[in-house]
């Protein structure tokens, strides 16, 4: 495992919150706000910006690190996580209308988050694992 793994892990819990403040706040901030609208940040390619962002540093960061600690538990919360994302960003308009969206993309950044804190936690509580020096 390199030490990229750490912040690989740090940068998609990162996204996973921004995703998070994207869904809650930016409808507020449009509300109180409505020139924010002139920036398109309520747009489909913001939602697929992100999405391109946290899935090829997720998963980075939880191949390698779940092929070092073998935890199928962040696997799976990982791409659980991953999955909703795409389903909200892709479908879930259409099928789940924009409750159901937020509430699939509000799922699946929380899962991706604990999915690469889990595998941040196990990273450096292992004493053979290349990247924990990188941590302390």
Known sequence: MTPLVPTADKAAVSLSALCVLHCLALPIALTLFPPLAAFGLQEEWAHKLLLVSVIPISLYALTLGCRQHRSVWVATAGLLGILFLVAAATV?????????????????????AVSHVLN?????????????AAIK
């Open 120 to 132: 941040f936690r196990l990273c450096r509580a292992s004493g053979d694992c290349e990247c924990a």
């Open 92 to 112: 879930g308009h259409r099928f789940f209308g924009e409750g159901g969206e937020t509430l699939l993309t509000l799922v699946g950044a929380i899962l991706v």
